[in-house]
């Protein structure tokens, strides 16, 4: 699919189109630098946040700023980017940030992965196989890892640099011994490398296993709070937890797909409605779709 | 069927777009020029500019227009748009001093040095809704005399003595000049993050959400915080100021332009068992255009950062809790889809509810 | 650090090939930053960047933005640097300071120590290196180039891996084996030869000799 045959007519093309100052990739090339030069450190440090320009972006702070910045100092001109919000394509946010994307770099765009080179998403990591040449760029909400035990930043900044990482380890036992279970939902605290916590985003539990010994690099984008970090390829990447407790992703009881019968992917529930019960789908709608052609 | 688990996201954005722009721009009513926005509607134009951090009236005028008068939205647009633009120079240091001045009042004293200037100021109007404002019929004076008058161009005011300086002559305040010269912190390219330095705080607040400011001081007088208490207002100004890059090929000084800005030094009366109880400091705050509001709770909070010495969290609330662009992105996040953390949620409960049983029956362990 | 090189003074053809377009600084970041994601193994900059340019300053020429302070090692550097200035409005600094180096030729290791190795709280102010390589790499364990190797592992490494050179600078060899530093902080290092290809080595990497051209280590 080329770009000109999806976003003829679109609002972004005639406007990208219509001035010829507008850089490839929308940032000027000081900016592009800048962010580059923050991966670079980001993945010889594992799991570090990395602070850098975050520059303001035609989506709003909290909406994937970071992420698309991220995608838009890499992206190449033989790139080909595919875009997902929950798993799904077709998410009006993914959408936008593939447009984005696609109509100021001119390169092609895809919803499966194996064609893909960059992978920019929210909140999952794609069902299928990611190699080495597959470039995962996540959008963070929150970066910092530590927030629900410490508000303050000049505190937070030390205990990352002395691997004080105490507290967290206490409050996910209170938790275990108050709840029964640890009850973190998303964005399970991971230690990377055996020495960064990092925030895995709100990634669910299900996906956190992929992160670790990977092949691909995961880069993570924080527009807003404007830090970068990474977890580059064969990383030990540990769910932070107890040796008598382990770590426990989402449990789905046999549910299964509606439309593919899958019960080995990440599924998501449609309330019933009048009494119904539930219904059950792929999260990752790609994935399905590809299960249900072959 | 929610909007993200229908196909076409294109097409769904396509037609909100459209929607958008054909009631804006198709509206019965006359389409607003930009330069009515300016004449008209100027310290809403200026107070945009001073939030983006970018002085540009037309296309601030074009970004409200185009935001149909969102304040955050036009702001947005033009960050993202100065995104786009590569940074070419950077000026010549510009002392205050230089400013131009359209209005100037000091509070401190009935009589300072130099002129009281009550200029183009509703301060002292009768708040009262008037249906002929911005009818002909309102206007008192010749157009030409009032301009004259606003400008001040019969009597161009720059180098007013400050009351700053008064104050320093007569050896009441508190001396905290630098000797070093450092760069100034640049918060477009590096965050900043407690401990800053003053001019990172400075520039935050400078490029700070108006509304954003204004509570943070206000709740520090009157809410639970409780860091600072009312200061005294030694200067409050309103000029413009020239601006002058070095020549690439000469070297030498060149003048591009000019801008407006609002100026305040707020004096502190020191009250601290720490503190030195026989002189005053100050405070001091600057935005782009003319928005006194800002400019003063920037003076006081300037003022209030330092004396709290990093032992609170203020600090740490300045810098990251202020902006516009940021707290309302974040807080509009919240409308995007989060059916997977919501899942992962749901999971958990059921996950707690199956655990209780097992402490419910005795276990020690 | 004096620059005496004025603009005038520098050569013409040499200027206009080190500024990289907005594609090629895109294809050098890519290489850097796939070499340092995998470290140990060999990437290649395209002949028509490579040719062009000036050898291990090519990194610097790719990443450097306004005011990025930058150090160019050597006796003859003082051209070179001020090209680097000029392409990419870096700012010369001293070795302390510099946040990217490229050595072309050789380093002291009263030079070495200087560089700096970032702090706990702040890792992304160490510096990173390039490093000009005569000789060719290998990271085939039945390598036919005769040399120094060495063991890899850490993030990015799968398993563990090995990386013969078949020349390699000593100080920067040495800095490799014993580091002084707790990690955090340490130096992320570039080897480009004269091919174009470039290896890395980053501080989070661990690095054992297997066996060098001066002694055979069991």
Known sequence: MTMSAVYNGSNLDSIVGADPGIPFALLDEESKREIRRALLHAVCVPGYQVPFGSREMPVARGWGSGGLQITLAIVGKTDIVKVIDQGDDEGVNAVNLRRLVVTSTGIEESSEVVESTIIQSRHRIPEDEMINSHTLVLQVPVPEPLRGVERDMRELARMHAEADYSRMWVSLYEDKVRNGVITQTTGYPCLVNGRYVVATTPIPRWDIPRLHDSQFLTLFGAGREKRVYAIPPYTLVEPLTFEDVPFEVEQANGAQCRLCNSSESFLVESPGTNGDAGTWTCSDTAWCRARRTK | ?365 | MSNTFQLSSIDPVRLSNAFLDVHESQHVFTVLLNSLSNPGTIHTIDKTVWERTDGCAVPLLALLGHETPFCVLGEHSEELTAIVQHVTTGRPSTLKDARYVAIPHSVTSEEFVEISTGSDLRPDSAAQISVYCSGRFSTSSSSSIEGTSVRLSGPGVNGESELTFEHIDSVVLASLLNRKFAFPRGHDIWFCNSEGQVVAIPRSTTVTLISSSTEKVS
């Not at chain 2, 070297?251 to 601290?272: C, F, H, K, P």
């Open chain 2, 1 to 365: 069927m929610g909007y993200a688990a229908a196909r076409g996201g294109l097409t769904a954005i396509r037609n909100a777009e459209d929607l958008v722009r054909t009631l804006r721009d198709m509206d019965e009513s006359e389409q607003i020029e930009l330069d009515q926005f300016i004449g008209r509607l100027r310290l809403l134009v200026d107070r945009i500019m001073g939030e983006a951090g970018m002085w540009e009236p037309r296309l601030t005028a074009l970004a409200i227009r185009q935001a149909e008068g969102d304040h955050i939205e036009s702001v947005h647009l033009l960050r993202a748009y100065k995104s786009t633009l590569p940074r070419i120079a950077s000026t010549e240091p510009i002392h205050v001093d230089e400013m131009r001045l359209l209005r100037r009042v000091v509070p401190a004293f009935r009589e300072p040095g130099g002129p009281q200037i009550l200029g183009r100021s509703t301060d002292y109007s009768a708040r009262m809704l008037d249906p002929r404002s911005g009818s002909g019929a309102t206007a008192s004076l010749e157009p030409e005399v009032a301009t004259q008058i606003a400008d001040n161009s019969s009597t161009v005011q720059t180098n007013t003595p400050r009351l700053m300086n008064v104050l320093r002559d007569m050896d009441l305040l508190t001396d905290r000049r630098r000797t070093d010269d450092p760069e100034p912190f640049d918060i477009t390219r590096t965050p900043a993050r407690p401990p800053a330095p003053r001019s990172a705080r400075l520039s935050s607040m400078a490029r700070a959400e108006t509304g954003a400011l204004l509570n943070q001081w206000y709740r520090n007088i009157l809410g639970p915080d409780g860091y600072l208490h009312e200061v005294t207002l030694g200067e409050v100004r309103h000029g413009e100021l020239p601006i002058r890059i070095k020549h690439p090929y000469t070297n030498g000084s060149v003048s591009i332009g000019s801008l407006r800005v609002t100026e305040v030094e707020a004096i502190e009366d020191l009250n601290g068992v720490d503190e030195d109880r026989d002189r005053f400091d100050i405070g001091y705050g600057l935005c782009l255009g003319h928005n006194e509001r800002k400019a003063i709770a920037m003076a006081n909070l300037d003022i209030a950062c330092h004396r709290d010495g990093s032992k609170s969290s203020l600090e740490q609330s300045i810098l990251l809790t202020t902006d516009g662009l940021d707290s309302a992105g974040f807080l509009e996040h919240l409308k995007l889809p989060h059916y997977v953390t919501f899942r992962s949620m749901m999971e958990r409960k059921i996950a707690v509810r199956n655990a209780r049983p097992t402490v419910q029956k005795g276990d020690k362990s």
